[in-house]
């Protein structure tokens, strides 16, 4: 079982950065791929970007890519998002997520948080 509880999230105007957190609980954080998701409004949930369970290898979606950077530190049991150059479009629900399956990640996670909010004004 992982626990997983967002923050970093609020407004900022679009050019700005934000750097979103996510602390996990659970003994095996460590043995779990881990990501984010965002829901705009009136939208479907879409991936973000992805970071394998040793930290080594990365995947962006390509909206994003250049722009945010995803990170992990396996001893606070953390992951983080840092995005930059933000856009209007970036407003969203931020969701951090975890599985064990990198490929498979794009399609889903199997423990989720419940979010924070960001939004980039124009």
């Known amino acids: 079982q992982v626990q997983l509880v967002e923050s970093g999230g609020g407004l900022v105007q679009a050019g700005g950065s934000l750097r979103l957190s996510c602390a996990a609980s659970?003994?095996?954080?460590?043995?779990?791929?881990m990501g984010w998701f965002r829901q705009a409004p009136g939208k479907e949930r879409e991936f973000v970007a992805v970071?394998?369970?040793?930290?080594?290898?990365?995947s962006y979606t390509d909206s994003v890519k250049g722009r945010f950077t995803i990170s992990r530190d396996n001893a606070r049991t953390t992951v983080y998002l840092q995005m930059n150059s933000l856009k209007p479009e970036d407003t969203a629900v931020y969701y951090c997520?975890?599985?064990?399956?990198?490929?498979?990640?794009?399609?889903?996670?199997?423990?989720w948080g419940k979010g924070t909010l960001v939004t980039v004004s124009s």
């Open positions: 997520a975890a599985r064990r399956g990198y490929n498979a990640f794009v399609y889903g996670a199997d423990y």
């Open positions: 659970g003994r095996t954080f460590s043995s779990y791929d």
């Open positions: 970071i394998s369970w040793r930290g080594g290898v990365t």
